[in-house]
């Protein structure tokens, strides 16, 4: 049994690589749009990459995925939670990490091609050839891109629950401490024990 923290966490870290796969179709279009200009669908298709239209709608699925995700700790955040963890890198690491990871998923994907895909060339003439070398800059900035929206999100939402925390809530949503129950003092005569306030007649 998974227990609700660590639900909690797979939830977030697979909201936060959903925005991976639409990075990695970002920077295999841009490469080819770079290379070849108003002929890039035409290329496209002749090279076998007519099959990434099918992809797309998964993209928007994840991408919508991950938007839910960051509405849902907005809203937690707004209540004064703070959901997002901190990164342990700086975002310059982040943005480092975020671009090999493009250029690595890209490599991967053009060699998958070469192998499979009809009319695509193989090795690193269908990686880095015919402007495939372009994948590496357009990497760096879908990266830079990446990295600062994983940052900028973490921001906003410590923004937000630090500021939900300093407002203190409405008096009519405010706690109230309860109120002591009333409690009945019998008050005794002063003579009844001797508490007259003058002393007894000669």
């Known amino acids: 049994m998974i227990g609700r923290p660590d639900r909690r966490a797979a939830i977030r870290a697979v909201t936060r690589a959903a925005l991976v796969p639409g990075a990695a179709f970002a920077v295999h279009q841009l490469r080819y749009l770079l290379a070849f200009g108003s002929g890039a669908s035409a290329e496209l298709a002749r090279q076998g990459h007519s099959y990434l239209h099918s ?88 990266g830079l891109v990446l990295a600062a929206i994983f940052h900028g999100a973490r921001w906003v939402l410590d923004e937000v629950a630090l500021r939900a925390r300093a407002i203190p809530l409405p008096s009519a949503l405010a706690p109230r401490a309860p109120r002591p129950r009333a409690v009945l003092l019998i008050r005794l005569a002063p003579l009844a024990e001797g508490w007259s306030g003058r002393g007894p007649p000669v």
């Open 55 to 142: 992809v797309v709608p998964w993209i928007v699925l994840l991408i919508g995925l991950t938007v839910g995700g960051f509405l849902g700790a907005l809203g937690r955040a707004m209540s004064g939670q703070r959901s997002a963890p901190r990164f342990t890198v700086s975002f310059t690491a982040l943005w480092a990490v975020c671009s090999v990871s493009l250029v690595t998923i890209y490599c991967t994907q053009e060699f998958l091609e070469g192998l499979f895909a009809t009319g695509h060339p193989g090795g690193l003439i269908g990686i880095f050839g015919f402007g495939g070398w372009w994948a590496i800059p357009v990497a760096i900035c879908i």
